[in-house]
Nanobody
Framework: EVQLQASGGGLVQAGGSLRLSCVVSTSAFDDYSFGWFRQAPGKEREGVACISVTGGNTAYADSVKGRFTISRDNARNTVYLEMHSLKPEDTAVYYC????????????????????WGQGTLVTVSS
């Protein structure tokens, strides 16, 4: 069973930065794409960023393009989300997830594509 442990959330002022980490307990980390999703109170979960198996393909929600960067370290079984120029509307619980598809080189921001999810980490951006 794959386990994902997200961390790095916290309270930050608008304009600040945070780095989220997601450690994945699996022997097949290199074979899967990963994504970051978020869910704000009263809103549906949305895809924020994803990264393909090799890291050669990434995708971002329009709302975070130019501010967020997703990366992966296959040696550490870890996926990162660097967040800069944070805005109050970025406030949400952030989840990392593993794509259900094996060895795909185009990642997806669609949550139905993912079948393993971490517990979430809360990001609060104050104005």
């Amino acid at each position: 069973e794959v386990q994902l442990q997200a961390s790095g959330g916290g309270l930050v002022q608008a304009g600040g930065s945070l780095r989220l980490s997601c450690v994945v307990s699996t022997s097949a980390f290199d074979d899967y794409s990963f994504g970051w999703f978020r869910q704000a109170p009263g809103k549906e979960r949305e895809g924020v960023a994803c990264i393909s198996v090799t890291g050669g393909n990434t995708a971002y929600a329009d709302s975070v393009k130019g501010r967020f960067t997703i990366s992966r370290d296959n040696a550490r079984n870890t996926v990162y989300l660097e967040m800069h120029s944070l805005k109050p509307e970025d406030t949400a619980v952030y989840y990392c997830a593993q794509d259900a598809r094996f060895a795909v080189h185009l990642c997806s921001l669609v949550s139905d594509t993912y079948n393993s999810w971490g517990q979430g980490t809360l990001v609060t951006v104050s104005s």
